[in-house]
C-alpha cells in the first residue's frame, strides 16, 4: 500500500472514529504510521497500523475523567491522550517513542502542537533506553527462540524471565518507591514446583515500604511471569504462520534503534541504512526449513551487541529524562487548553 493509498483509506467510513469520537477529531495532535509500514519493512500483505496523539480536553484535565487512550481493533489504530504518551516517552517505551522518529511523510496528522512535541524530543532521552530497549529485545529473544521448532527448555525459560526481570529493575525504581538489589533478591534454584526443573526464588526484606507501590510493583512481576505463559501456548500458531523470521528482525530492528539512541542520534524509526538485512532477514534468508535461524543470524545480532556494549559505557546522553522541560511543556500545553487557546 502506498502512501497516497494510505492516505486516503483512513478517509474511508471505517475511519470516522477519527473525526466522531469526543476524544479525538480536532484533538489529534500527532497521527502517524506504525508498524512495518513506519519501520520501512513492510511487503504487499503487511496490515495498516495507526497510532497518534489526541490532547486531553478540558473536563479530562480538570476532572478525574481522565482520557489515556483510545483503541479500533478493526483497524489497528491507537490514539493515546498526551498526559498518558508523556509518562510512556518519559521511560523511552520503544512501542510509544517510535512515534517521534518517523519520516516526515509518514506523519498523517501534525498540528502546531504535535510539531512542538516533535521539536523537543530531546529531553525524553536517557539512559532509559538500556532498560527499556534491552528488556523489549530480550522478550523479543525469548519469542524468536520459543517459536522456534524446538521450544527452549524449562531451565532455560527461567532464566530468560529472570533476565527480563532484572532488565526493568531501574524502570521500577523510578516509578514506585525503589528497592535495592539486597532487599529484592531475585535468583534461580532447584525448583518446589512438580514438573520444573528449576525456577525463580526471591528474598524480600522490606519495611515501611508504601502497599499501593508493592501492589503495583507485584503486578508487573506477574504480567512479565504471565505473558511468558501466553508466549508458549501461541507457539505452534507462530511456527504454523511463519513468523519466525518476522521477530528475528523485530529483533536486529531494536537493537539498531537503541544503538541510535545511545550515540546521541535521536530516535530513527525507519531504518532506510538497514533496509536490506530487515528485509533478509524477514524474508526469510537466515532462517533454515525447521525454523531455526541459521549460525549467520546471530553473528549479525553479537556483533550489534557488541557495538551496543561500548556505546552502553560511552553514551553522553544524560542518566535521567529533563523531567523539569518535560513538566513544564505538559503544563504550559494543558494550561492553554484549559484557557481554549487551542
Given at each position: 500500500?502506498?502512501?497516497?493509498?494510505?492516505?486516503?483509506?483512513?478517509?474511508?467510513?471505517?475511519?470516522?472514529?477519527?473525526?466522531?469520537?469526543?476524544?479525538?477529531?480536532?484533538?489529534?495532535?500527532?497521527?502517524?504510521?506504525?508498524?512495518?509500514?513506519?519501520?520501512?519493512?513492510?511487503?504487499?500483505?503487511?496490515?495498516?497500523?495507526?497510532?497518534?496523539?489526541?490532547?486531553?480536553?478540558?473536563?479530562?484535565?480538570?476532572?478525574?475523567?481522565?482520557?489515556?487512550?483510545?483503541?479500533?481493533?478493526?483497524?489497528?489504530?491507537?490514539?493515546?491522550?498526551?498526559?498518558?504518551?508523556?509518562?510512556?516517552?518519559?521511560?523511552?517505551?520503544?512501542?510509544?517513542?517510535?512515534?517521534?522518529?518517523?519520516?516526515?511523510?509518514?506523519?498523517?496528522?501534525?498540528?502546531?502542537?504535535?510539531?512542538?512535541?516533535?521539536?523537543?524530543?530531546?529531553?525524553?532521552?536517557?539512559?532509559?533506553?538500556?532498560?527499556?530497549?534491552?528488556?523489549?529485545?530480550?522478550?523479543?529473544?525469548?519469542?524468536?527462540?520459543?517459536?522456534?521448532?524446538?521450544?527452549?527448555?524449562?531451565?532455560?525459560?527461567?532464566?530468560?524471565?529472570?533476565?527480563?526481570?532484572?532488565?526493568?529493575?531501574?524502570?521500577?525504581?523510578?516509578?514506585?518507591?525503589?528497592?535495592?538489589?539486597?532487599?529484592?533478591?531475585?535468583?534461580?534454584?532447584?525448583?518446589?514446583?512438580?514438573?520444573?526443573?528449576?525456577?525463580?526464588?526471591?528474598?524480600?526484606?522490606?519495611?515501611?515500604?508504601?502497599?499501593?507501590?508493592?501492589?503495583?510493583?507485584?503486578?508487573?512481576?506477574?504480567?512479565?511471569?504471565?505473558?511468558?505463559?501466553?508466549?508458549?501456548?501461541?507457539?505452534s500458531k507462530a511456527i504454523e504462520h511463519g513468523k519466525v523470521s518476522k521477530h528475528a528482525m523485530h529483533l536486529i530492528r531494536l537493537n539498531f534503534m537503541l544503538l541510535d539512541i545511545l550515540r546521541g542520534n535521536g530516535i530513527i524509526t525507519y531504518r532506510e541504512k538497514e533496509h536490506d538485512l530487515l528485509m533478509d532477514i524477514r524474508n526469510g534468508k537466515y532462517t533454515k526449513d525447521d525454523n531455526q535461524m541459521i549460525e549467520a543470524f546471530y553473528d549479525i545480532l553479537y556483533e550489534v551487541?557488541?557495538?551496543?556494549?561500548?556505546?552502553?559505557?560511552?553514551?553522553?546522553?544524560?542518566?535521567?529524562?529533563?523531567?523539569?522541560?518535560?513538566?513544564?511543556?505538559?503544563?504550559?500545553?494543558?494550561?492553554?487548553?484549559?484557557?481554549?487557546?487551542?
Amino acid at each position: 500500500m502506498t502512501l497516497e493509498q494510505i492516505k486516503q483509506k483512513i478517509k474511508e467510513p471505517e475511519y470516522n472514529f477519527l473525526v466522531e469520537n469526543e476524544h479525538l477529531g480536532d484533538n489529534i495532535i500527532l497521527l502517524g504510521l506504525g508498524g512495518s509500514h513506519a519501520y520501512g519493512t513492510n511487503i504487499e500483505t503487511s496490515d495498516l497500523d495507526i497510532r497518534g496523539i489526541a490532547l486531553n480536553q478540558k473536563s479530562d484535565i480538570l476532572t478525574n475523567n481522565n482520557f489515556e487512550q483510545f483503541v479500533n481493533e478493526e483497524t489497528d489504530t491507537t490514539i493515546y491522550g498526551l498526559n498518558k504518551m508523556i509518562t510512556l516517552l518519559s521511560n523511552l517505551n520503544p512501542n510509544t517513542c517510535e512515534l517521534l522518529g518517523l519520516k516526515p511523510e509518514h506523519y498523517l496528522v501534525l498540528s502546531p502542537i504535535g510539531q512542538e512535541l516533535l521539536d523537543n524530543i530531546d529531553m525524553f532521552i536517557s539512559k532509559k533506553c538500556i532498560q527499556t530497549f534491552g528488556g523489549y529485545a530480550t522478550s523479543q529473544l525469548y519469542r524468536l527462540k520459543q517459536k522456534s521448532s524446538h521450544s527452549m527448555q524449562q531451565a532455560d525459560l527461567e532464566k530468560h524471565i529472570l533476565k527480563t526481570i532484572n532488565n526493568l529493575h531501574n524502570d521500577f525504581n523510578s516509578k514506585y518507591s525503589s528497592i535495592s538489589d539486597d532487599q529484592m533478591h531475585l535468583y534461580i534454584d532447584t525448583a518446589v514446583q512438580e514438573g520444573y526443573d528449576t525456577e525463580i526464588f526471591m528474598d524480600l526484606k522490606l519495611s515501611h515500604y508504601p502497599v499501593r507501590d508493592y501492589c503495583s510493583l507485584w503486578n508487573e512481576l506477574q504480567a512479565i511471569v504471565k505473558s511468558y505463559s501466553k508466549i508458549g501456548i501461541r507457539n505452534s500458531k507462530a511456527i504454523e504462520h511463519g513468523k519466525v523470521s518476522k521477530h528475528a528482525m523485530h529483533l536486529i530492528r531494536l537493537n539498531f534503534m537503541l544503538l541510535d539512541i545511545l550515540r546521541g542520534n535521536g530516535i530513527i524509526t525507519y531504518r532506510e541504512k538497514e533496509h536490506d538485512l530487515l528485509m533478509d532477514i524477514r524474508n526469510g534468508k537466515y532462517t533454515k526449513d525447521d525454523n531455526q535461524m541459521i549460525e549467520a543470524f546471530y553473528d549479525i545480532l553479537y556483533e550489534v551487541e557488541k557495538e551496543i556494549d561500548y556505546a552502553k559505557n560511552n553514551t553522553s546522553i544524560p542518566d535521567k529524562p529533563d523531567y523539569k522541560r518535560i513538566n513544564e511543556f505538559l503544563a504550559n500545553v494543558n494550561e492553554r487548553v484549559v484557557r481554549g487557546e487551542i
